[in-house]
């Protein structure tokens, strides 16, 4: 059954950056992996996704700054956030898909999510 836990969450200023992991126990690596956030009063919204030969998709609020990668060896999922602004503070979650599109469906597992705070 396959469990993920995100880490590298936490507090930067505005213009900072900050890598996020995900790893996870079982059998992923045919799976697309996605990142996912959500921010107090709205909904949980796809931020990136990525197959298993390393192909991407990413919400246009968070193209040029944040970029997303795997490494099957590792089972581990990743996010490095640059240039970030207060308007990217949110919880956020991986998640193991079965289909790609950055819509909250066909989701296999969540990660509990770690916190990402952004001040200006």
């Known amino acids: 059954q396959v469990q993920l836990v995100e880490s590298g969450g936490g507090s930067v200023q505005a213009g900072g950056s900050l890598r996020l992991s995900c790893t996870g126990t079982?059998?992923?690596?045919?799976?697309?992996m996605a990142w996912f956030r959500q921010s107090t009063g709205t909904l949980r919204e796809g931020v990136a996704v990525?197959?298993?030969?390393?192909?991407?998709a990413y919400a246009d609020s968070v193209k040029g700054r944040f970029t997303i990668s795997r490494d099957n060896a590792k089972r581990t999922l990743y996010l490095q956030m640059n240039e970030l602004n207060p308007e990217d503070t949110a919880m956020y979650y991986c998640?193991?898909?079965?289909?790609?599109?950055?819509?909250?469906?066909?989701?296999?597992?969540w990660g509990p999510g770690t916190q990402v705070n952004v001040s200006s």
């Open positions: 079982g059998y992923i690596r045919t799976y697309y």
């Open positions: 998640a193991v898909k079965r289909t790609s599109g950055l819509a909250a469906v066909d989701i296999v597992r």
């Open positions: 990525i197959d298993g030969v390393g192909t991407t």
